[in-house]
């Protein structure tokens, strides 16, 4: 008897735990997010974008992690892109920009109903091997199965210890504007191999 009562146990905590490659409980990922930069400068705008942002969001602890790669931001330009690379960021050095932060208000989000939320974000921006404290806005449209993250936000090159030559230094915006777009599907974890 005692034998069949930890069998029926086991059998219980498997199907709790699910079968590998199902979706992981409350958490949220996309490897193809969407971040641009923009500055308005008097001789040339500057503009770039990235669709190769992996992020991660962990609904019931609020958690959110994004990895952006500096080497996949485009440029209209070829000239600028390898600027950004070789000069300013230097991408070989410091190859990603990682967040790692948090949802403030995440008891006002209600995950199982579809509505746009506000949120409220604060965590750690790290740039050029540099980080920052940041707060911003920004908003979470839930759609069935899936999220969709909004946010704008401003940095200085300064802030990052991004130098800029003072060739070229009057005819850059102080500010960059950032704006963040992130899809997020279930996580599925992938089947363990035997």
């Known amino acids: 008897m005692k034998k069949r009562g930890r069998m029926l146990l086991l059998a219980g905590a498997l199907a709790l735990l699910g079968p590998p490659g199902v979706q992981a409980q409350g958490k949220y990922m996309t490897r193809t997010g969407y971040i641009s930069f923009f500055s308005k400068a008097p001789l040339e705008d500057i ?11 962990d609904t019931k602890t609020g958690e959110l992690v994004f990895s ?43 995950f199982g109903q579809d509505r746009l939320y506000n949120l409220q974000l604060e965590g750690v921006l ?23 993250g909004r ?27 950032i704006s963040v777009q992130m899809l997020y599907a ?9």
Do not use: C
């Open 47 to 57: 503009e770039a974008h990235n669709r190769q942002v992996v992020s991660i969001l």
């Open 126 to 148: 790290t740039i050029h091997g540099v980080e920052r404290l940041l707060k911003t806005n920004a908003t979470l449209d839930v759609k069935g199965r899936q999220l969709q």
């Open 68 to 110: 952006v790669p500096m080497k996949a931001f485009q440029f209209k330009k070829a000239l600028m892109q390898e600027h950004f690379n070789e000069n300013y960021v230097e991408s070989d050095k410091y190859p990603k920009a990682t967040f790692k932060g948090k949802i403030l208000n995440l008891q006002e989000i209600d």
């Open 186 to 194: 279930p996580f599925q974890e992938k089947p363990l191999r035997p």
């Open 151 to 177: 946010a704008n936000f401003s940095v200085t090159p300064q802030e990052f210890n991004i130098e800029i030559p003072a060739l070229v230094r009057e005819h850059i915006a102080k500010r960059i504007d």
